[in-house]
């Protein structure tokens, strides 16, 4: 990415983030994007995701934040189990080789997505201070890691933001066939399991749209998000009764 050329909002470190609807539009190579600045720490982060605003930048840039229209969310009810990742969940349960863990590692996780090179990408969108700084949210309750771990070995997972009942995908790595998959299907069952309408992908992708994940117009996600944002936080943890009703049940499977 290359520094924007169109005017926007640059906020000092005492200044509030400009609300999601500010974001450059599609008219410009910069859709979505809403200010810069130099702040990276937990405290922006908890501002930024409570108004649907999230970082993405690379190393040679300022922190930019931005908020998509549409967004991409997944819901959990929409999610599609495919019959192949049915029968590998199934068959490392039954050998007993599968554990999932939610915050085992976290630290661990983050720094295993920021080494995961992805297509098309020549390094990492995950800075230093981002390293920092999710590391700090974990420890406040508001980041969450759903680990796969396989014979013992950290396999893959994923990392997310949870703020009340609103809950960010972040990043997912994996080492192993499946790895990650088996972790989202792990949150997209916590997810069910307790009452969580939905999971903010962020940008749309083909990737995403294959598991079952779709745009939604930015306000109205950001409608649903101040209503998440004040019910509740779930209690971490993934019991086996979670995600039982997607081993069982042949409605999602494609």
């Known amino acids: 990415m290359h520094s924007p050329r169109f005017p926007i909002p640059v906020i000092g470190l005492d200044e ?16 979505g994007l809403v200010a810069a600045g130099s702040d990276m720490s937990a ?23 931005w908020s998509m229209n549409p967004r991409m969310v997944l819901q959990p009810s929409h999610f599609k189990f495919h019959r192949s990742l049915k029968k590998a969940l199934k068959k490392a349960l ?12 976290f630290e661990a996780v983050v720094d295993m997505c920021a080494q995961q090179k992805r297509p098309g990408q020549d390094g990492t969108w995950i800075q230093p201070e ?30 997310c933001v949870s703020i009340g009942q609103a809950v ?27 009452g969580i309408g939905a999971i903010d992908c962020q940008q749309q992708t083909h990737h995403l749209a294959s598991l079952g994940a779709a745009p939604v117009a930015r306000d109205l996600f950001l409608k649903d ?3 998440a944002i004040e019910k509740p936080a779930p209690k971490w943890e993934l019991l086996p009764v979670y995600w039982s009703h ?8 494609t």
Request: proline letters at 3%.
């Open 16 to 31: 509030p983030l400009p609300l999601a609807a500010q974001a450059l539009g599609s008219e410009t190579p910069w859709d």
């Open 43 to 65: 405290k922006r982060l908890i501002e930024a995701y409570t108004k649907g605003i999230f970082p993405w930048y690379s190393q040679d840039q300022m922190v930019l934040w």
């Open 94 to 105: 039954l050998k007993n080789q599968l554990e999932i863990r939610v915050d085992h590692d």
């Open 130 to 159: 981002m390293l920092s700084a999710y590391a700090q949210l974990h420890l406040m309750g508001y980041a969450h890691s759903v680990e796969t771990w396989i014979e013992g070995q950290l396999a893959g997972g994923l990392y």
């Open 168 to 194: 960010f995908g972040e990043s997912m790595f994996s080492r192993e066939t499946n790895a990650s998959k088996f972790a989202l299907t792990a949150l997209v069952s916590f997810c069910h399991y307790n």
């Open 225 to 227: 998000l101040a209503t």
């Open 246 to 253: 997607f081993l069982t049940t042949s409605q999602h499977l």
